[in-house]
C-alpha cells in the first residue's frame, strides 16, 4: 500500500481543467519536494513536474503542479487526448530513507 | 543525449539469482545520483534502490521488499549501475529501469531507460 495517495482514476472532457491530487505526510511531502511523473502504455514514465511546481522544458504549461502542507496537486488544463495515460507523485520520505511513489491515477479523456 | 540502457533480465527461478546492469552516456555519471525502480505488469511505480554520488559519500538505501536481498552498485570508471538481485521471489516479477537526475540536484529523474523484464517463476 503506497503511503502517497492518490485517487486510483480521473476523467474529463477535451478543453476541460482536471487535478490529481497526493496525500502523504509530515516525513515526505510535508517536508520534501514533489514530482510527478506521466505513463503512457507500455513507455518508460516521463518526468512531468519537478520541484513542486517546476516544469522541465518541453512540458506544455498545461501542466502545473502545487503543494501546500502535506498534500500536493496536478492540474491539467485544456485536456486532450493525448493526455490520457497514468499519473504518478513521488516524493523521498525520511521515515523510511527512500522514495515513495503514490498509486498512480488513471487518466481518461471521455 | 543522455542515454539509460538496462541489460542483464531474464527468466529465474524462484530463490535464484540474477545481475541487471544499466550502461550510461550523456552526462556525467560520477555526479549522478543513481536509482532503480520496477514496475510489475498492471501495477504502479516501486523505488527499489537509491546510490548517491561518490561526492555525496556513495550513501546507499533500499526499499524494504528487496532490503538484504538486493545489491546495488555503481562503477564510475565504466559508467555503469548495477543491481544484485538474490533470493528472487516472485513478486520480484517487474520491469525494471535506472532514472537518474542526471547530477542536477532535486532536478527529477529526467531520464529513463526503456526497462528490462525480469521474471521470477518456475
Known amino acids: 500500500q503506497s503511503v502517497l495517495t492518490q485517487p486510483p482514476s480521473a476523467s474529463g472532457t477535451p478543453g476541460q481543467r482536471v487535478t490529481i491530487s497526493c496525500s502523504g505526510s509530515s516525513s515526505n511531502i510535508g517536508i520534501h519536494y514533489v514530482y510527478w511523473y506521466q505513463q503512457d502504455p507500455g513507455m518508460a514514465p516521463k518526468l512531468l513536474i519537478y520541484?513542486?511546481?517546476q516544469r522541465p522544458s518541453g512540458v506544455p504549461d498545461r501542466f502545473s503542479g502545487s503543494k501546500s502542507g502535506t498534500s500536493a496537486s496536478l492540474a491539467i488544463d485544456g485536456l486532450r487526448s493525448e493526455d490520457e495515460a497514468d499519473y504518478y507523485c513521488?516524493?523521498?520520505?525520511?521515515?523510511?530513507?527512500?522514495?515513495?511513489f503514490g498509486g498512480g491515477t488513471r487518466l481518461t479523456v471521455l | 543525449e543522455v542515454q539509460l540502457v538496462e541489460s542483464g533480465g531474464g527468466l529465474v527461478k524462484p530463490g535464484g539469482s540474477l545481475r541487471l546492469s544499466c550502461a550510461a552516456s550523456g552526462f556525467t555519471f560520477s555526479n549522478a545520483w543513481m536509482y532503480w525502480v520496477r514496475q510489475a505488469t498492471g501495477k504502479g511505480l516501486e523505488w527499489v534502490a537509491r546510490?548517491?554520488?561518490?561526492?555525496?559519500?556513495?550513501?546507499?538505501d533500499y526499499a524494504a521488499p528487496v532490503k538484504g536481498r538486493f545489491t546495488i552498485s555503481r562503477d564510475d570508471s565504466r559508467n555503469t549501475l548495477y543491481l544484485e538481485m538474490n533470493s528472487l521471489r516472485s513478486e520480484d516479477t517487474a520491469v525494471y529501469y535506472c532514472?537518474?537526475?542526471?547530477?542536477?540536484?532535486?532536478?527529477?529523474?529526467?531520464?529513463w531507460g526503456q526497462g528490462i523484464l525480469v521474471t521470477v517463476s518456475s
Open positions: 513521488a516524493a523521498s520520505d525520511d521515515s523510511l530513507s527512500g522514495v515513495l
Open positions: 532514472p537518474t537526475d542526471a547530477g542536477i540536484p532535486a532536478g527529477g529523474w529526467a531520464y
Open positions: 520541484r513542486n511546481d
Open positions: 546510490m548517491k554520488s561518490q561526492t555525496n559519500g556513495g550513501t546507499i
